[in-house]
């Protein structure tokens, strides 16, 4: 079964620093999608970041940005140049190839402090 | 693009009575949307895959009888919890798949808090 381990429950960062929140995963498969996911104190779920295992370039987006080593099935998240409007709880997430209905597997959660 | 409301965002109910609780894409059609429950502090855990015309998937351990879901539309899909308990207290979250869009990525709704007095 696939599974996903966050290591880090909580982590810390001063504002305008950078911060990387490591995610690791076990899979047999060859194909498959990895996501991160923001959870603010509001609870909505908004995406991050998404790569695709079959694309050795690393997702990027602004700020955010990953570190996708496939051989060693490490996923991290790093945030450049945090803002106080980083804090939240970051969830990392598998989702296996397949059809319509892919399911996404979620990690337990890092929770990011940014100190101003 | 791809907004999923979700209704209501809190509901408290008596034991023994039934809640509805609503999962809209706004913008796009969902052929297949997500229910999760998430407890404090805790990661989200999937309930049940909804599929537009079908039945619902669930996974292990959930009861299909206690969880009722419809999704009767490509925009809407509907979780009941019956005959709720203390133990249904929750926050429940749905998510939909763009129909045909980018592959795996899931849009999630604000969620719904779950009091059972």
């Known amino acids: 079964a696939q599974t996903v381990t966050q290591s880090q429950p909580e982590m810390s960062v001063q504002e305008a620093e950078t911060v990387t929140l490591s995610c690791t995963y076990d899979t047999s498969e060859s194909d498959y999608y990895l996501f991160w996911y923001k959870q603010p104190p509001s609870r909505q779920m908004i995406l991050v970041i998404r790569q695709e295992a079959y694309k050795q370039q690393n997702a990027t987006e602004n700020r955010f940005s990953v570190n996708f080593q496939k051989a060693a099935k490490s996923f991290s998240l790093k945030i450049s140049d945090s803002q106080l409007g980083d804090a939240a709880m970051y969830f990392c997430a598998y989702s296996p190839p397949g059809g319509a209905t892919n399911k996404l597997i979620f990690g337990t959660g890092t929770l990011l402090a940014v100190q101003p | 693009g791809a907004v999923v409301s979700q209704h209501p965002s809190w509901v408290i109910c008596k034991s023994g009575t039934s809640v509805k609780i609503e999962c809209r894409s706004l913008d796009f059609q969902a052929t297949t949307m997500f229910w999760y429950r998430q407890f404090p502090k805790q990661s989200l855990m999937l309930m049940a895959t909804s599929n537009e015309g079908s039945k619902a998937t669930y996974e292990q351990g959930v009861e299909k009888d206690k969880f009722l879901i419809n999704h009767a539309s490509l925009t809407l899909s509907t979780l009941t919890v019956t005959s709720a308990h203390p133990e249904d207290s929750s926050f429940y979250i749905c998510?939909?798949?763009?129909?045909?869009?980018?592959?795996?990525?899931?849009?999630f709704g604000a969620g719904t808090r779950l009091s059972v007095l």
């Open positions: 998510s939909a798949r763009v129909a045909g869009g980018a592959k795996n990525i899931q849009y």
